[in-house]
Nanobody, 123 residues
Framework: QVQLVESGGGLVQPGGSLRLSCAAS????????IGWFRQAPGKERERVSC???????YYLDSVKGRFTISRDNAENTVYLQMNSLKPEDTAVYYC?????????????????WGKGTLVTVSS
């Protein structure tokens, strides 16, 4: 049973920080490409970040310098550290996994998804 469970969302003030976690079960995530996506009300879902099985990374232009993706293979977990949060970062954040891709160069459909965690940035 392949499962991905996101956690770490919540309400933070502008300029604050959150660390999102994506815990995997049923597979070893070190061998997968893992992506973070987000969707705000009325907007299209967008790819925020990605870390590949070869440890290459991708960041959406609007989060570069503020967000950092990492993995802890011992915990079978991928993290998204989010700093200097802005109101426009408010969205439901999802993690997704793909066993076949070896890079983060392209945004493509990933087969496994979590249920999401809500991040709200507001004063």
């Amino acid at each position: 049973q392949v499962q991905l469970v996101e956690s770490g969302g919540g309400l933070v003030q502008p300029g604050g920080s959150l660390r999102l976690s994506c815990a995997a079960s049923g597979f070893t995530l070190a061998y997968y490409n893992i992506g973070w996506f987000r969707q705000a009300p009325g907007k299209e879902r967008e790819r925020v970040s990605c870390i590949s099985s070869k440890e290459s990374t991708y960041y959406l232009d609007s989060v570069k310098g503020r967000f950092t993706i990492s993995r802890d293979n011992a915990e079978n977990t991928v993290y998204l550290q989010m700093n200097s949060l802005k109101p426009e970062d408010t969205a439901v954040y999802y993690c997704a996994a793909d066993p076949y891709g070896s890079s983060c160069l392209f945004d493509y459909d990933m087969p496994y998804w979590g249920k999401g965690t809500l991040v709200t940035v507001s004063s």
